[in-house]
């Protein structure tokens, strides 16, 4: 009897090993993107987002998706400033043009001005309105000067059915195509 239940536990020891070894080598195995469709999908206020989407499609070759709104955000900073508090506080999610399709994609890169220490407002919109169940989701953002702050476990919980890779923070305009391609070129699963 005490052979059986020494055979079992060695059993049970080995595949619990085996599972946890599997676990390990997936999360730090590259990702290959080179058989994957691509979304990069952003909402830029100032144009700083746009110009890390475009240098993230320069790289991946994915295709991009602009997150725009219904209603125009104020073109004063204070004035935006002040309405994106507001939005913050109140959980708005502000009506979009389109809300997009990730569908047909396999990773979908996700960009945000950070506001009030999170994502814009917009990008809540599209998170919320779309299903990313078994989707890779790439965050990246921009900043003014405080970080990522809270925007990338924000994102987290708007899709918590995704897998979510190391995300990419830059401030104002200091992306550049060789940080992009090394962040890129690290990404693990």
Not at 1 to 9: A, G, P, V
Not at 23 to 45: F, H, P, R, W
Not at 108 to 117: H, L, M, R, S
Not at 139 to 164: E, I, Q, R, V, W
Request: net charge positive; with cysteine; aromatic share 12%.
């Amino acid at each position: 009897m005490s052979k059986n239940i020494l055979t079992i536990i060695i059993l049970a020891l080995s595949i619990c090993t085996f599972s946890a070894y599997r676990i390990y080598a997936n999360q730090n195995k590259e990702i290959d993107m080179t058989d994957k469709k691509i979304l990069i999908a952003y909402y830029s206020y100032s144009g700083n987002t746009k110009a890390v989407s475009e240098t993230i499609q320069t790289v991946t070759g994915g295709d991009l998706f602009e997150i725009k709104t219904k209603a125009d955000y104020p073109k004063d900073y204070n004035t935006v400033v002040e309405q994106a508090r507001i939005e913050k506080q109140n959980d708005v999610r502000p009506e979009l043009i389109n809300n997009g399709d990730v569908s047909n994609y396999d990773i979908i890169f996700v960009g945000t001005p950070v506001w009030w220490y999170t994502m814009a407002p917009p990008v809540k919109t599209f998170l919320a309105n779309n299903n990313f169940y078994d989707k890779i989701i790439v965050p990246f953002c921009t900043h003014g000067g405080g970080g990522a702050s809270s925007t990338y476990a924000d994102m987290k919980k708007l899709a918590p059915n995704a897998k979510f890779l190391n995300g990419y923070t830059s401030y104002e305009k200091t992306a550049n195509l060789k940080d992009v391609e090394n962040w890129i070129k690290e990404l693990k699963r």
